[in-house]
Nanobody, 119 residues
Framework: QVQLVESGGGLVQPGGSLRLSCEAS????????MAWYRQAPGKQRELVAH???????NYADSVKGRFTISRDNAKNTMYLQMNSLKPEDTGVYYC?????????????WGQGTQVTVSS
């Protein structure tokens, strides 16, 4: 069973930065597409950033130019560098690992880490 553990969340002032980490329990980061999602209170979970096993990246329009997703396969870890944070970035951030093999889908989630942007 794959486990994903997020860390790095916290309280930060508007304009500040945070770096989230997602560590996998075993070596899957190199084989899976990885992503960060977030869920604000009363809202649906939304995709924030995505990185393929081939290092292609995509971002939600709301975070383009401010957030950077990356992965370190040797450390089985994915990161989300968040700069110029805004109050609307507040939410629980979840790590996701996804892989399609034939007709089978392997989908794993972390427990989430709270990010609060407030003065």
């Amino acid at each position: 069973q794959v486990q994903l553990v997020e860390s790095g969340g916290g309280l930060v002032q508007p304009g500040g930065s945070l770096r989230l980490s997602c560590e996998a329990s075993r070596s899957i980061v190199s084989m899976y597409a990885m992503a960060w999602y977030r869920q604000a209170p009363g809202k649906q979970r939304e995709l924030v950033a995505h990185i393929t096993s081939g290092y292609n990246t995509n971002y939600a329009d709301s975070v383009k130019g401010r957030f950077t997703i990356s992965r370190d396969n040797a450390k089985n870890t994915m990161y989300l560098q968040m700069n110029s944070l805004k109050p609307e970035d507040t939410g629980v951030y979840y790590c996701n690992a996804n892989r399609q093999v034939g007709w089978s889908t392997y989908d794993h989630w972390g427990q989430g880490t709270q990010v609060t942007v407030s003065s």
